[in-house]
């Protein structure tokens, strides 16, 4: 039987990370859910291990990269066939789970990415961060030739393969849009499909406003440096 690890980066959720968690859990029965506790100073490593989660704690804040890959590098350790990456503060359903590890298991790709742009319905964030992730596309397509609507998503399923390679290199300051120029340099298959997102269930965002502008700039020249790099193996 195969083995599929729900992957959640958490810093300071202790408002939604239970809800998370059981909703997880009642999708996709027999899952393991590892949450990757990023320096929290709330309860949320509580409040995660006592829904029974497995609590990996960081020793401070490293960023998001580095919690993603700290999931990959767990997830390759205790040999899971498949993992896939949930935000913790709600915005990902987890009822599409099984539809993305399905994809994967059809051995055509090595990535399902969900795409809140391809869905007519739910959250789709403010206005100015849907134009910069249209830029964000525009740029992506001009480097690995192919249309990604939603590169900023975070809600992402990987196979065996793909584990094993992001376990090693995985972008540190913007990894969901850079990994995929490092994935497609390095021949991993991508595709996205439709999701329905919603609007966080708790917290506040920390890219708002034209902080939302400040990020996609240096997303772009994060993106554009990432392309100069060559292949990782």
Known sequence: MDKILAIVPAYNESATIELVIKEISESVPGIDICVIDDGSIDDTAERARGVGAIVISLPFNMGIGAAVQTGFMYAVQNQYNYAVQVD??????????????????????????????????????PWLRR???????????????????????????????????????????????????????????????????RNRLGGTSSIRGFKSLHYMIKVILAIIMESLKGVKK
């Open 88 to 125: 913790a503060d709600g915005q990902h359903d987890p009822s599409y789970i099984n539809q993305m590890i399905s994809i994967l298991k059809q051995n055509n790709y090595d990535v399902v990415s969900g795409s809140r742009f391809l869905n007519k319905s739910g959250y789709k964030s």
């Open 131 to 197: 134009l910069g992730i249209k830029i964000l596309e525009l740029i992506n397509r001009v480097f690995i030739k192919q249309k990604i609507t939603d590169c900023t998503s975070g809600f992402r399923a990987f196979n065996r393969r793909a584990l094993e390679f992001l376990a090693q290199y995985y972008p540190e300051d913007y990894p969901e849009p850079e990994v995929l120029i490092v994935l497609k340099k390095n021949k991993f298959r991508v595709i996205e499909i439709p999701v329905v997102m």
